[in-house]
């Protein structure tokens, strides 16, 4: 098989993978049917998102190792069985309980695992190609949003839940069996180009890590909390109805623009200065919030779902500059540990802040102290071309 048919059949498998994984992002299409089906309050039901992002953390964090034992073949297996069972566990048997199992645990750790399986794939290319690829394979995670979101909101809303996750089960399932098949000869069932796992707790105590570690967090911190409350932060602003239903595509269509369009400027530039234009654009986001309604909330949306979704395309580059390419996985499942810290931090804060003041003021104040922390942080980082690779 030639060299650019084995670059492509990579290349597919990756984003393939990640349209299956990306139905992570879509849970609040299924809020409202799920509290009429199950007569649960939407403080319950808040609880199986919760549970499915932890469950991803989890998996990113573990499936660097776990690769490296199964190879690629048997580890795409698990990966979109545990995905795809999730959602056949709520179709089979239904319930909250039905649902906090298969959605937020056997899902979340499906989905954790084929996001760690499409970067493990696109990571293989040739370093000339890795990060435009990278991009790609990163913007395919918003592609089941954006087609769910937009084509099928209404059947989805109108349709019992347990048909709806036995037909994304099914889907997820196709998928699974064409990324399996395009292993088959074609891709390496070793575990990528790096050597032995280091130990869990290895780097947690290194500076560079540390700071990249809290650069990513500030990121994550303003990005979830625009996913969790952007209507609501739209509505605060006194938005009208119509303006306030347009801000998380917005956020959706600067998810995607990021994802793509960051691989090839960090290629072009260098991902030390992608993370500090990214938490400059993430600030301005920020204080177009705290602006009365305008057509300007949809360019703070957009802007902080530019850097959300370009975030996944620039830290494996960046990681590659700072620590080398061999351990992009391995660093990469760690600082998912940031994402998932802005998840269980974001949201349930920033609910909580509502609650208390009747605003997001003091919620995206917190937002813009973070991401002034993240540009000084990323400032002391090295450049690349100063950096040794590895250690």
Same mark, same amino acid.
């Given at each position: 098989m030639s060299s650019a048919s084995h670059q492509l059949r990579l290349l597919v498998a990756a984003c393939l993978t990640n349209v299956a994984m990306g139905i992570l992002y879509v849970w609040s299409l299924f809020l409202l049917p799920m509290e009429s089906a199950l007569a649960q309050p939407r403080s319950v039901l808040s609880l199986v998102p919760t549970l499915a992002l932890v469950s991803f953390t989890l998996a990113m964090f573990l499936y660097d190792r776990i690769l490296r034992r199964l190879g690629f073949r048997a580890f795409a297996m698990l990966a979109f069985g545990l995905a795809a069972g999730g959602h056949l566990v709520f179709a089979v048997f239904g319930g909250l309980a039905g649902l906090l199992l298969g959605y937020g645990l056997v899902f979340g750790l499906g989905a954790g695992f084929g996001y760690g399986l499409a970067l493990a794939l696109v990571i293989q290319l040739p370093e000339s190609r890795r990060s435009l690829a990278i991009g790609l394979v990163m913007a395919a995670f918003a592609v089941s949003g954006i087609t769910l979101s937009s084509l099928l909101a209404e059947p989805i809303r109108v349709t019992p839940p347990g048909r709806s996750f036995l037909l994304i089960g099914a889907a997820i399932l196709a998928i699974g069996v064409a990324v399996v098949a395009l292993m088959q000869g074609g891709i390496? +069932? *070793? *575990? $990528? !180009?790096?050597?032995? *796992? #280091?130990p869990l707790r290895r780097d947690f105590t290194e500076a560079r890590f540390l700071t990249i570690f809290l650069? %990513?967090?500030?990121?994550?911190? #303003?990005g979830l909390l625009v996913v969790s409350h952007s +209507? @609501?932060? &739209? &509505? &605060?602003? $006194? &938005?009208?109805?119509?303006? +306030? @239903? /347009?801000? !998380? $595509? *917005? %956020? +959706? /269509? $600067?998810?995607? /623009? @990021?994802s793509f369009l960051a691989g090839k400027l960090v290629e072009m530039l260098s991902g030390r200065t992608m993370l500090l234009a990214f938490n400059l654009l993430s600030a301005t986001g920020l204080a177009l919030f705290l602006l009365p309604a305008s057509p300007l909330l949809l360019v703070a949306a957009m802007a902080i779902g530019i850097v959300f979704g370009g975030s996944a395309s620039l830290m494996p580059v960046l990681i590659g500059e700072q620590f080398g390419a061999a351990r992009i996985g391995e660093i990469y499942g760690k600082l998912m540990l940031a994402y998932g810290a802005g998840g269980l931090i974001a949201p349930a804060l920033s609910g909580a802040i509502f609650s208390a003041t009747g605003g997001y003021g003091w919620s995206l104040a917190l937002a813009l102290a973070l991401c002034a922390a993240g540009l000084v942080l990323g400032l002391t980082l090295r450049r690349p071309g100063v950096v040794a690779v590895g250690r």
């Amino acid at each position: 098989m030639s060299s650019a048919s084995h670059q492509l059949r990579l290349l597919v498998a990756a984003c393939l993978t990640n349209v299956a994984m990306g139905i992570l992002y879509v849970w609040s299409l299924f809020l409202l049917p799920m509290e009429s089906a199950l007569a649960q309050p939407r403080s319950v039901l808040s609880l199986v998102p919760t549970l499915a992002l932890v469950s991803f953390t989890l998996a990113m964090f573990l499936y660097d190792r776990i690769l490296r034992r199964l190879g690629f073949r048997a580890f795409a297996m698990l990966a979109f069985g545990l995905a795809a069972g999730g959602h056949l566990v709520f179709a089979v048997f239904g319930g909250l309980a039905g649902l906090l199992l298969g959605y937020g645990l056997v899902f979340g750790l499906g989905a954790g695992f084929g996001y760690g399986l499409a970067l493990a794939l696109v990571i293989q290319l040739p370093e000339s190609r890795r990060s435009l690829a990278i991009g790609l394979v990163m913007a395919a995670f918003a592609v089941s949003g954006i087609t769910l979101s937009s084509l099928l909101a209404e059947p989805i809303r109108v349709t019992p839940p347990g048909r709806s996750f036995l037909l994304i089960g099914a889907a997820i399932l196709a998928i699974g069996v064409a990324v399996v098949a395009l292993m088959q000869g074609g891709i390496r +069932t *070793a *575990a $990528g !180009p790096s050597a032995a *796992a #280091s130990p869990l707790r290895r780097d947690f105590t290194e500076a560079r890590f540390l700071t990249i570690f809290l650069v %990513f967090f500030s990121i994550c911190f #303003s990005g979830l909390l625009v996913v969790s409350h952007s +209507t @609501g932060m &739209a &509505a &605060a602003q $006194g &938005a009208d109805a119509r303006l +306030t @239903g /347009l801000t !998380p $595509g *917005a %956020f +959706t /269509l $600067g998810y995607v /623009l @990021g994802s793509f369009l960051a691989g090839k400027l960090v290629e072009m530039l260098s991902g030390r200065t992608m993370l500090l234009a990214f938490n400059l654009l993430s600030a301005t986001g920020l204080a177009l919030f705290l602006l009365p309604a305008s057509p300007l909330l949809l360019v703070a949306a957009m802007a902080i779902g530019i850097v959300f979704g370009g975030s996944a395309s620039l830290m494996p580059v960046l990681i590659g500059e700072q620590f080398g390419a061999a351990r992009i996985g391995e660093i990469y499942g760690k600082l998912m540990l940031a994402y998932g810290a802005g998840g269980l931090i974001a949201p349930a804060l920033s609910g909580a802040i509502f609650s208390a003041t009747g605003g997001y003021g003091w919620s995206l104040a917190l937002a813009l102290a973070l991401c002034a922390a993240g540009l000084v942080l990323g400032l002391t980082l090295r450049r690349p071309g100063v950096v040794a690779v590895g250690r």
